[in-house]
């Protein structure tokens, strides 16, 4: 991380990537109800590495000034929010500015992150969710802000071996997927891209995972248990391919 700076508050806003995208740290408690300020930096040793799986609760809001220290109050510029949503850290799952400061909190640390525009959604801007009044349109070329609780953190090894955890982080990269197509779409943002991404790395996940399972059943290495298991992950994984 970067230069940091205090604020009229005492915390620290740390740079990121230069003065567009910067971090401060206001807990290291747990979640995004806990009013207790942090005055350090996150511990970058606790935080995940590339590969690893993080579980995100997070508010996007657009910022009229960048500068302002008051920016994830309120909701009237709010244009997203999310809760438990699983990443894995390096497929950028979700756009720059967001997965890079998750990189640098550790699990249960929550933080206000201001980004420029072309760490967030660039030229093509986000639109409002018709299912969800409280979200509004933010237009083209806007710089934002989140405010990012990290509430867990997944070991690699744990993602690579686990079946309900390779099937919940393809159901949310399919979900994000989704809502990149419903919501960041057209021709000239990132939204088209991302959206293709996800798509493409939830169903190869999927086809391995069945893969996978059809090895482990053919050989029979399965216990009767363990066989129930599989058949159970086998159809989820199909719904995701399906849906």
Known sequence: MGASNADSNGGEWVELMGEDLVMKVISTGGGPDDDATAEHEADAAAAAEVGDGIRLDFTGRQLLSFNDEDCASGNESQFIEKHGCLIALGDGDV????EMAARFL???HRAIVRC?????YGAGGRRASAADTSTKDLPPNSDVAFDVCVRDIVPSNQLLEDFNLKIELAASKKQLGNECYQYEWDDHGMGKARALKLYGKARDAMIDLLGEIQTRQEAGDDTASAAGESDNAKQRASSILID
């Not at 420029?116 to 967030?120: D, E, G, V, W």
């Open 116 to 120: 420029r525009s072309k760490y967030a």
């Open 106 to 108: 550790p699990s249960g």
């Open 95 to 98: 756009i720059p500015g967001l």
